[in-house]
């Protein structure tokens, strides 16, 4: 084998989706004589036209991220992705849950809401849920103008964690507001931290419900196929 027919690996990041604050930054690592990190900030693949990282970047701007790891008789490595996500303007008062997660248990109701999104470990930063349905019931102190909630959300298939088959959210009545079905997946994917944002009728809310409703068994291709998986969330956010 030559060294052409080798890939290289990734560019390391500490983190695959941030919250862009004044002092957010983004920054890339890959330790190779030679090599060099090529990336974008418009979402587009990087190429050795790209812009070559050096230093971590401010996060003013930005949106996603991408880079890559290019080094001369070397095949480029995948792309690494970075999603800065904005600060949601809402802050809930608290957050009551059912069923409480009685294993991955985070720091209870607050890590939905701390502003610190988890990664690839779902030991940190995660509340786990192995339940068919999990509510949140979202509480203001004052009626607030919401159009849009969001959930983190991870996809770890290897450890049995799957997104939601759907989602629904509830006014104060018990109307529900929204309702959104997620596709189902065919194929094993790779790890994978998703944000999943539901508009919802304009209104001032003191009250909001969430639903996740899990798979109802695992498919028929992964090895755990007919069992129950996991739910896994960082955080809930609205504005």
Not at 28 to 47: C, K, M, V, Y
Not at 130 to 144: D, M, P, R
Not at 214 to 238: Q, R, V
Request: hydrophobic share 35%; proline share 7%.
């Amino acid at each position: 084998m030559t060294a052409q027919d080798l890939q290289l690996a990734p560019p390391q990041t500490p983190n695959s989706r941030v919250f862009a604050t004044k002092e957010t930054t983004v920054s890339f690592d890959f330790r190779l004589e030679g090599a060099e990190i090529h990336f974008t900030t418009d979402g587009s693949e990087p190429t050795t036209q790209s812009s070559i990282y050096s230093n971590p970047l401010k996060s003013k701007g930005l949106g996603t991220v991408k880079a890559k790891a290019f080094k001369t008789g070397f095949l480029p490595s995948e792309s690494t992705t970075v999603q800065l996500l904005p600060l949601f303007s809402s802050q809930f008062d608290s957050i009551a849950l059912s069923p409480t997660p009685k294993k991955y248990l985070g720091t209870g109701w607050k890590t939905l809401c701390d502003g610190k999104l988890g990664d690839g470990n779902f030991h940190q930063n995660w509340l786990g849920f192995e339940s068919k349905e999990v509510e949140f019931q979202l509480f203001f102190t004052q009626k607030k103008p919401i159009s849009q909630v969001s959930a983190g959300l991870l996809r770890q298939q290897g450890a049995w964690i799957f997104l939601p088959a759907a989602i629904e959210i509830y006014d104060e009545k018990g109307r529900r507001l929204v309702s959104q079905t997620l596709p189902q997946e065919a194929t094993e994917l790779p790890t994978a931290q998703e944000i999943i944002s539901l508009n919802l009728p304009k209104h001032r809310y003191k009250f909001l419900k969430i639903k996740l409703i899990a798979l109802s068994t695992l498919p028929a291709w992964h090895p755990g196929k007919g069992n129950s998986g996991w739910m896994f969330l960082d955080e809930i956010m609205a504005r």
